[in-house]
C-alpha cells in the first residue's frame, strides 16, 4: 500500500494520493455508491478502529472525488468548521473552513466521531444534510450552495458514546446509516497480512487474541482491541521485535491502565503466541 501524504487544512487532513487498501465485508461500498449518486448524508457507526476511517478513505478513491477529513473533539466549534477572518499583511481575509471548503470543492467531507463536537458545530451541519443542501456563513452573509458531487459523512461510537455523549434524534435522523463491526475472522486475518506484512500464520495468531480479548469482557475495558492495534502489532513483529513483546506493547498497553486488566490480556498472550 503506497503512503498517504496529508496536508493540513485548519483542523484537517486531505487524502491527496492513491492506494488504499480496504476489504469489504457487506455491502457498505455499494450502500455509500448509491448514497453519493442520491445526495444522502451517511452515518458510519461502529467501534475504534474496524475500519470506519479507511472505508472513507477507499470511497473517495473509488468515486474519484476529494476527501476532507476533519477529527472531531470538544473545542471543535462552527467557526472551526465554517471559517474565519484572519489577519493578512494587515489586511482581514475572510478563510474557509474545512466545511465550507469541501462544499465549495464538491468534495467528500468526513467528520470523524462527531459526537465529540460541540453542539453549534453539530447544528451548523444541518442545513446540509436535507433538501437545502447549503450553509450560511453569517460573517459574510453568503450561502454556499453544495454541488451534487459533495458529500456528507459523519461517525461515532456508539457503545463509547453511551457513556459520554450522544447524538440527537433529530441530527441522527438526517441520515442513511451503515454499522461497522470488527471483520470476521478470515476477513481480519487477510487485514493484518496486507497491512502489517506478517505471514498468514502470524496473522492468524494475532487475530486468534483479538478474538479472545474481545470475548473476556469481565474486564469491563471501555474499548476492546480493534483491528488497527492488531495491524500495529504485526509491524512490530514484521520489522524483528518478538512477537510476545511486539503484542503486550501494541495490544496490553493501549488497552487499559489498569494492572488486573492488563495482567489478564498479558497472560492471554504468553500462552496464545
Given at each position: 500500500m503506497q503512503t498517504l501524504e496529508k496536508q493540513p487544512v485548519n483542523?484537517?487532513?486531505?487524502?491527496?494520493?492513491?492506494?488504499?487498501?480496504?476489504?469489504?465485508?457487506?455491502?457498505?461500498?455499494?450502500?455509500?455508491?448509491?448514497?453519493?449518486?442520491?445526495?444522502?448524508?451517511?452515518?458510519?457507526?461502529?467501534?475504534?478502529?474496524?475500519g470506519k476511517t479507511r472505508f472513507v478513505e477507499y470511497m473517495a478513491q473509488q468515486l474519484e472525488r476529494e476527501l476532507i477529513t476533519v477529527?472531531?473533539?470538544?473545542?471543535?466549534?462552527?467557526t472551526d468548521l465554517l471559517g474565519r477572518h484572519l489577519l493578512q499583511g494587515g489586511d482581514t481575509?475572510?478563510?474557509?473552513?474545512?466545511?465550507?471548503?469541501?462544499?465549495?470543492?464538491?468534495?467528500?467531507?468526513?467528520?470523524?466521531?462527531i459526537a465529540e463536537a460541540r453542539a453549534d458545530a453539530i447544528v451548523v451541519i444541518h442545513s446540509l444534510t436535507d433538501h437545502r443542501r447549503e450553509i450560511f456563513l453569517d460573517?459574510?452573509?453568503?450561502?454556499?450552495?453544495?454541488?451534487?458531487?459533495?458529500?456528507?459523512?459523519?461517525?461515532y461510537n456508539p457503545g463509547y458514546q453511551r457513556s459520554l455523549r450522544e447524538l440527537k434524534p433529530s441530527t441522527r435522523q438526517r441520515f442513511a446509516s451503515i454499522s461497522f463491526d470488527y471483520p470476521k475472522a478470515d476477513d481480519e486475518i487477510k487485514i493484518v497480512t496486507t497491512e502489517s506484512g506478517v505471514d498468514g500464520a502470524t496473522a492468524k495468531k494475532l487475530v486468534n487474541i483479538g478474538t479472545k480479548i474481545r470475548q473476556l469482557t469481565e474486564l469491563s475495558l471501555m474499548e476492546s482491541v480493534s483491528t488497527r492495534l492488531l495491524i500495529a502489532a504485526g509491524k512490530l513483529i514484521a520489522s524483528g521485535i518478538p512477537p510476545r513483546l511486539a503484542c503486550v506493547s501494541a495490544i496490553a498497553g493501549p488497552l487499559s491502565d489498569e494492572e488486573e486488566a492488563t495482567e489478564a490480556i498479558t497472560n492471554l498472550i504468553e500462552i496464545s503466541i
Open positions: 483542523n484537517a487532513a486531505v487524502i491527496a494520493d492513491e492506494g488504499v487498501f480496504y476489504l469489504p465485508t457487506g455491502k457498505e461500498v455499494e450502500l455509500c455508491t448509491h448514497a453519493h449518486q442520491s445526495n444522502i448524508p451517511l452515518m458510519l457507526k461502529g467501534p475504534t478502529g474496524c477529527s472531531c473533539n470538544e473545542d471543535t466549534s462552527a481575509v475572510w478563510t474557509d473552513g474545512p466545511v465550507t471548503r469541501a462544499v465549495r470543492e464538491g468534495a467528500i467531507l468526513y467528520l470523524d466521531e460573517r459574510t452573509g453568503e450561502t454556499v450552495k453544495a454541488t451534487d458531487d459533495f458529500m456528507l459523512i459523519i461517525s
